[in-house]
């Protein structure tokens, strides 16, 4: 650990759980790069996440937006082109571009979404796609007959997440430059969400605990 981040560390209490006021102006005082960092959630769910019906995978539509910019891709037919354009898709691509993703294993987007025609297409590209997370999927709501609303969705600050193989939760819920307001407003969206898709299967503590940090920042312990 560099004496930069030790100096912010000595900032933080380890021993006190946060308010989220709290949390959110200690992260926003923290955060000295000269970038403008992202503001992560970290949550330690008490899931089993080896059992496919404790695995957490949804999506969120942040009020504020993460603050990131998206490249969308919209794989779909000739008769979708136009509204996938006016919607604001940043590429709109056929079979010729699937078959050269395959090829040069090249994606150039952050999200793609898809209609449900192109998907049987999109297989032979699934080999680069998929482990990138970059797999249009019904179950976050990038495949469908409706490009518009998709494309719409994911440009109002639409985001998927899903826990990792440790049970924990990473998501952007904006920028250090956003307001304490606007932060709190995704927070607590995103939170609200989270304790929605709660698996009934799982016994104990959900929620096990939370941490709020910036690009690298320290990681604040709070409770919302």
Same mark, same amino acid.
């Given at each position: 650990m560099g004496k930069r981040m030790k100096d912010l560390q000595t900032m933080v209490d380890k021993t006190k759980v946060y308010t989220l006021d709290e949390a959110i102006a200690l992260v926003k005082e923290t955060s000295t @790069? /000269?970038?403008?960092?992202?503001?992560?959630?970290? +949550?330690?769910?008490?899931? *089993? &996440?080896k059992?496919?019906?404790? %695995?957490?995978? +949804?999506? @969120?539509?942040?009020?504020?937006?993460?603050?990131?910019?998206?490249?969308? +891709? +919209?794989?779909?037919?000739a008769n979708d082109e136009q509204a996938a354009?006016?919607?604001?898709?940043?590429? @709109?691509?056929?079979?010729?571009?699937?078959?050269?993703i395959k090829t040069t294993g090249k994606a150039d987007f952050d999200v793609a979404v898809a209609t449900p025609e192109m998907m049987p297409k999109l297989a032979v590209a699934a080999r680069v796609?998929?482990?990138?997370?970059?797999? &249009? !999927?019904p179950k976050t709501g990038t495949v469908g007959p409706n490009v518009t609303q998709m494309i719409t969705d994911l440009k109002k600050g639409k985001t998927a997440f899903k826990n990792d193989d440790t049970a924990n939760i990473h998501q952007i819920v904006g920028k250090v430059s956003f307001? *304490? %307001? /606007?932060?709190?407003? !995704?927070?607590?969206?995103?939170?609200?969400?989270? #304790? /929605?898709?709660? &698996? !009934?299967?799982? #016994?104990?503590?959900?929620? #096990?605990?939370?941490?709020l940090t910036s690009s690298m920042g320290p990681s604040v312990k709070f409770d919302a």
């Open positions: @790069v /000269k970038f403008d960092a992202s503001v992560e959630i970290h +949550a330690r769910l008490g899931i *089993n &996440p059992k496919g019906d404790q %695995q957490i995978r +949804a999506t @969120v539509v942040l009020p504020h937006g993460t603050g990131k910019t998206t490249r969308i +891709a +919209a794989f779909v037919g354009k006016d919607a604001g898709a940043d590429l @709109v691509l056929g079979e010729e571009e699937i078959k050269d796609l998929g482990p990138r997370g970059l797999m &249009p !999927n307001d *304490n %307001q /606007k932060l709190q407003e !995704n927070i607590e969206t995103f939170l609200e969400t989270l #304790k /929605k898709i709660k &698996p !009934n299967s799982t #016994k104990g503590t959900y929620i #096990k605990t939370m941490y």
